[in-house]
């Protein structure tokens, strides 16, 4: 755990030349002159929690995470840090055999470093001031002689995931949640794996290999990269370093795939249909999409394989392999409106969601009473806001709502079909949208997904009533 936090905390080399400079804090300090590189003591402090983390590594490489009341006097915190950096040197000394010749001989252990905060006037902070107010964005933190620029809120990752399939020839989009930051402000960086050389020399004779590698792929600067063939039976690394409007960058992040790239289908039947949605459509045009993607949980059923759908392969049924085409050809309509039925929640929070975040579209999703899938609506940001979103379910709008008070009078006679009425769950996704060009100029999307049965028409009908 301790190598994983100090690995994020660590800013990785190759992202060092392209984050933008840092500014060092200005002032006196405890040292004159021209101050040395400082590593960085970042520090998370939202008002609404009672504590702030501060984390830093020490000069021995290990990892420290602190949480401290926001309240408590700043002393407090830096006694506390002068422990656990004793504690580190300690630790460091008794690797070498004259520490451990030391310590059998009683030699008592050094005193722990002095601790002290600096704001970026290069004043010392009184120990009196309570944590929220000491730790400011620039302060410097002095552990011994070492020197930490505090960072306080910067843009950080809290979740980063690529998916577990991977298909040459479609796009991949990262999973990320970022905070103090936005994915669109984010610095992306794609590596390819570099396949191990056979070995030479005395370690071929061992049938050995040379160890492989990871080497930049060809055009991974973007959020979505899209693997060739030339991918193929090779994994991929991300690194992500977040960022936010203001240019500001946080500590960067890396996930691997779990597994290597694999042949893609083929030509696929939408391929011919992106021929003529190459672009986004113009001021004054809308371009929707709506599609019912079949939520996995009626894609595993016997049903499905036997009757439904018999003639699909059954790998072409499983969830992975299917949201690979969804991307791809729903990122290929260039819609300005999407409309989608049978969603699986994880499969818009985990997969749809932020995919087309990354092509510039925003999502909103209704789950349906006591199911796992629902609707989801997305619209292009830089065309649409949103005014007003409204979930209706219409089991319950056709009870409460006095439009339907005819309705659920022609019902009363045939409770029977009342109660299956009733049991339904179907809802009504309702979003109201504004022209970012024009402000006068709105549009009411409603986006629902019917049931139907063979012997189900009545509840069809009333649905389409309500």
């Given at each position: 755990?301790w190598?994983?936090?100090?690995g994020?905390?660590?800013?990785?080399?190759?992202?060092r030349?392209?984050?933008p400079?840092q500014?060092?804090p200005?002032?006196?300090g405890?040292?004159?002159?021209a101050?040395p590189?400082?590593?960085?003591?970042?520090?998370?402090?939202?008002p609404?929690?009672?504590?702030?983390?501060v984390?830093?590594?020490?000069?021995?490489?290990?990892?420290?995470?602190?949480?401290?009341?926001?309240?408590?006097?700043?002393?407090?915190?830096?006694?506390r840090?002068?422990?656990?950096?004793?504690?580190?040197?300690a630790?460091?000394?008794?690797?070498?055999?004259?520490?451990?010749?030391?310590?059998?001989?009683?030699?008592?252990?050094?005193?722990?470093?002095?601790?002290?905060?600096?704001?970026?006037?290069?004043?010392?902070?009184?120990?009196?001031?309570?944590?929220?107010?000491?730790?400011?964005?620039?302060?410097v933190?002095?552990?011994?002689e070492?020197?930490?620029?505090?960072?306080?809120?910067?843009?950080?990752?809290?979740?980063l995931?690529?998916?577990?399939?991977?298909?040459?020839?479609f796009p991949?989009c990262?999973?990320?949640?970022?905070?103090?930051?936005?994915?669109r402000?984010?610095?992306?960086?794609?590596y390819q794996?570099?396949?191990?050389?056979p070995?030479?020399?005395?370690?071929?004779?061992a049938?050995?290999?040379a160890p492989?590698?990871?080497?930049e792929?060809?055009?991974?600067?973007?959020?979505?990269?899209?693997?060739?063939?030339a991918?193929?039976?090779l994994?991929?690394?991300?690194?992500?370093?977040?960022?936010?409007?203001?240019?500001?960058?946080g500590?960067?992040?890396?996930?691997?795939?779990?597994?290597?790239?694999?042949?893609?289908?083929?030509?696929?039947?939408?391929?011919?249909?992106h021929?003529y949605?190459?672009?986004?459509?113009?001021?004054g045009l809308?371009?929707?999409?709506?599609?019912n993607?079949?939520?996995?949980v009626y894609?595993?059923?016997?049903?499905?394989?036997?009757?439904?759908?018999?003639?699909?392969?059954?790998?072409?049924?499983?969830?992975d392999?299917?949201q690979?085409?969804?991307?791809?050809?729903?990122?290929?309509?260039?819609?300005?409106i999407?409309?989608?039925?049978?969603?699986?929640k994880?499969?818009?929070?985990?997969?749809?969601?932020?995919?087309?975040?990354?092509?510039?579209?925003?999502?909103l999703?209704?789950?349906?009473?006591?199911?796992?899938?629902?609707l989801a609506?997305?619209?292009?940001r830089?065309?649409?806001?949103?005014?007003?979103?409204?979930?209706i379910?219409?089991?319950?709008?056709?009870?409460?709502?006095?439009?339907?008070?005819e309705?659920?009078?022609?019902?009363?006679?045939?409770?029977e079909?009342?109660e299956?009425?009733?049991?339904?769950s179907?809802?009504?996704?309702?979003s109201?949208?504004?022209?970012?060009?024009?402000?006068?100029?709105?549009?009411?999307?409603?986006?629902?997904?019917?049931?139907?049965?063979?012997?189900?028409?009545?509840?069809?009908?009333?649905?389409?009533?309500?």
């Amino acid at each position: 755990m301790w190598r994983l936090l100090r690995g994020t905390l660590r800013a990785l080399p190759g992202l060092r030349r392209r984050r933008p400079p840092q500014p060092r804090p200005s002032g006196s300090g405890p040292a004159s002159g021209a101050l040395p590189a400082m590593e960085r003591a970042v520090v998370r402090c939202v008002p609404a929690e009672p504590k702030l983390s501060v984390s830093f590594v020490l000069g021995d490489g290990s990892a420290r995470h602190m949480q401290r009341d926001q309240a408590e006097p700043l002393g407090r915190a830096l006694a506390r840090i002068a422990n656990n950096a004793g504690k580190g040197h300690a630790k460091a000394a008794k690797k070498s055999k004259k520490a451990r010749a030391e310590a059998e001989a009683a030699v008592p252990p050094p005193p722990p470093p002095a601790v002290c905060l600096f704001s970026q006037d290069g004043e010392a902070v009184a120990e009196d001031v309570p944590n929220a107010e000491a730790w400011q964005d620039g302060a410097v933190l002095q552990i011994g002689e070492a020197r930490y620029r505090v960072e306080r809120n910067p843009p950080a990752l809290t979740e980063l995931q690529l998916p577990r399939s991977l298909l040459a020839g479609f796009p991949v989009c990262p999973k990320l949640r970022a905070e103090f930051g936005s994915p669109r402000d984010c610095l992306f960086r794609w590596y390819q794996e570099q396949k191990a050389e056979p070995a030479v020399g005395t370690a071929a004779a061992a049938g050995g290999e040379a160890p492989g590698g990871w080497v930049e792929a060809p055009g991974g600067a973007e959020r979505v990269f899209t693997p060739s063939n030339a991918h193929i039976g090779l994994r991929l690394k991300l690194v992500c370093t977040p960022g936010n409007g203001q240019r500001r960058y946080g500590l960067p992040r890396e996930v691997e795939s779990s597994g290597p790239v694999e042949a893609g289908p083929g030509a696929c039947t939408f391929d011919a249909r992106h021929l003529y949605t190459k672009k986004v459509t113009g001021p004054g045009l809308i371009r929707t999409v709506t599609y019912n993607v079949l939520a996995d949980v009626y894609a595993q059923t016997e049903l499905s394989r036997t009757v439904l759908y018999p003639y699909c392969a059954p790998y072409s049924l499983e969830l992975d392999y299917r949201q690979n085409l969804l991307k791809k050809e729903l990122a290929g309509y260039s819609a300005d409106i999407i409309c989608l039925q049978e969603v699986d929640k994880s499969v818009f929070a985990d997969s749809l969601g932020p995919a087309l975040d990354a092509f510039g579209l925003e999502g909103l999703f209704k789950i349906k009473e006591k199911q796992h899938e629902g609707l989801a609506t997305f619209y292009r940001r830089d065309k649409f806001s949103l005014l007003s979103q409204h979930d209706i379910a219409l089991n319950q709008a056709l009870l409460e709502d006095p439009l339907h008070k005819e309705l659920r009078e022609k019902l009363a006679p045939y409770p029977e079909v009342q109660e299956k009425v009733h049991q339904r769950s179907s809802v009504l996704q309702v979003s109201v949208l504004q022209s970012t060009n024009d402000s006068s100029r709105k549009i009411c999307v409603a986006n629902t997904h019917l049931y139907w049965h063979p012997k189900g028409n009545s509840w069809y009908l009333g649905s389409q009533m309500a």
